[in-house]
């Protein structure tokens, strides 16, 4: 007989959802680090939450509106390095893979605190 368990966090962290990047999203929580945030911010594109990813985006930068694709499939995010984005910073860079169904994002993102909250300012692609 096979034990259900509950489903890790689409950020790739063993935790389920709820208490990984669904307490960002809730807004019960706040991203301590750039990295979280990155990773909440992946999940959010992986669950289709406009609203989270631009209230998480920094003020300066953040578009009008959001649509996202709902036939795209995010399939796994792999975080490469991080600079910066502790609580110590007030910015810092993750660089990551994000995976989806047909391809894969390689991206360098930069990341500012705003009023203590840590929010997305820009992003490099960089080669597949
Ligand atoms: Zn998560």
Redesign the pocket.
Known sequence: MRVMTPRS???G?P?P?QE??GRFHRGVAAAPTAEALM??RY?AFARQDAEYLLRTWHPRNRPARLDLDPRMRWTGLEILGTTGGSAFHTTGTVTFRASYRGGVLHERSRFERVDGAWVYVDGDFLPE
């Open positions: 966090c689409p950020c962290l935790e959802y990984c990047c990773r909440s999940s």
